[in-house]
């Protein structure tokens, strides 16, 4: 079975600078996915970033980038020039290559407050 | 394209009573799952749907269950209510690896 962990329960920044948030997981898989997910306050989940395991370049959207280290099995996002409209819950995610394409685990995720 | 679309966004149950929510996925997503996110136990795959079929189950009791219709769109239905079944239910549509959220019907059981 998979497990996902974000032992980071809260972060804060401030506007402007950088945070990264981490995520490690546990798999026997070869074939995977890993996302990042953003939860505004009482709003919709939104998609922020994927990573395909199989490819070895760190994917980049915008001021979201991440740093995957497959045989660490760690998946961290980092936020460039926090925005006080970054402040949400952030949930790393992991999905199976191959079959289903809907059963994502997540890790409990991790509060972020971006500060003025 | 719009959006996963989910109704109703709030309910109100008491103990015992049957319940059912539906999605409708984006346009021309054949894959629907749903998901229950409590404050406890985080976000719990329920089940995914593919082509009118169940694709995939989670971990939850015999009394969530749920089907697709041939338009893709998904209903789940929670029978004999209790009180943990107090949740945000969420539904995802997907395709080629990514799923994109709906809003979420929040359950209230009292």
Same mark, same amino acid.
């Given at each position: 079975?998979?497990?996902?962990?974000?032992?980071?329960?809260?972060?804060?920044?401030?506007? &402007?600078?950088?945070?990264?948030?981490?995520?490690?997981?546990d798999t026997s898989e070869n074939n995977y996915y890993l996302f990042w997910y953003k939860q505004p306050p009482s709003?919709?989940?939104?998609?922020?970033?994927?990573?395909? &395991?199989?490819?070895?370049?760190?994917?980049?959207?915008?001021?979201?980038?991440?740093?995957?280290?497959?045989? &660490?099995?760690?998946? %961290?996002?980092?936020?460039?020039? %926090?925005?006080?409209?970054?402040? &949400?819950?952030?949930?790393?995610?992991?999905?199976?290559?191959?079959g289903s394409q809907g059963n994502l685990i997540f890790g409990k995720g991790t509060k972020l407050s971006v500060k003025? | 394209?719009?959006?996963?679309?989910?109704? +109703?966004?709030?309910?109100?149950?008491?103990?015992?009573?049957?319940?059912?929510?539906?999605?409708?996925?984006?346009?021309?997503?054949?894959?629907?799952?749903?998901?229950?996110?409590?404050?406890?136990?985080?976000?719990?795959?329920?089940?995914?749907? *593919?082509?009118?079929?169940?694709?995939?189950?989670?971990?939850? +009791?015999?009394?969530?269950?749920?089907?697709?219709?041939?338009?893709?769109?998904?209903?789940?239905?929670?029978?004999?209510?209790?009180?943990?079944?107090?949740?945000?239910?969420?539904?995802?549509?997907?395709?080629?690896?990514?799923?994109? *959220?709906? +809003?979420?019907?929040?359950?209230?059981?009292?």
């Amino acid at each position: 079975a998979q497990t996902v962990t974000q032992s980071q329960p809260e972060m804060s920044v401030q506007e &402007a600078e950088t945070v990264t948030l981490s995520c490690t997981y546990d798999t026997s898989e070869n074939n995977y996915y890993l996302f990042w997910y953003k939860q505004p306050p009482s709003r919709q989940m939104i998609l922020v970033i994927r990573q395909e &395991a199989y490819k070895q370049q760190n994917a980049t959207e915008n001021r979201f980038s991440v740093n995957f280290q497959k045989a &660490a099995k760690s998946f %961290s996002l980092k936020i460039s020039d %926090s925005q006080l409209g970054d402040t &949400a819950m952030y949930f790393c995610a992991f999905m199976k290559r191959g079959g289903s394409q809907g059963n994502l685990i997540f890790g409990k995720g991790t509060k972020l407050s971006v500060k003025p | 394209k719009a959006g996963v679309t989910q109704t +109703p966004r709030y309910l109100i149950k008491t103990r015992g009573q049957q319940v059912t929510l539906s999605c409708s996925p984006i346009s021309g997503h054949r894959s629907v799952s749903w998901y229950q996110q409590t404050p406890g136990q985080g976000l719990q795959f329920l089940f995914e749907y *593919f082509s009118e079929t169940q694709r995939n189950k989670g971990n939850f +009791p015999g009394r969530f269950s749920g089907r697709q219709f041939s338009n893709s769109r998904s209903e789940m239905n929670v029978s004999t209510l209790e009180l943990g079944d107090s949740a945000l239910y969420l539904c995802a549509s997907g395709e080629n690896y990514e799923q994109y *959220f709906g +809003p979420g019907t929040r359950l209230t059981v009292t």
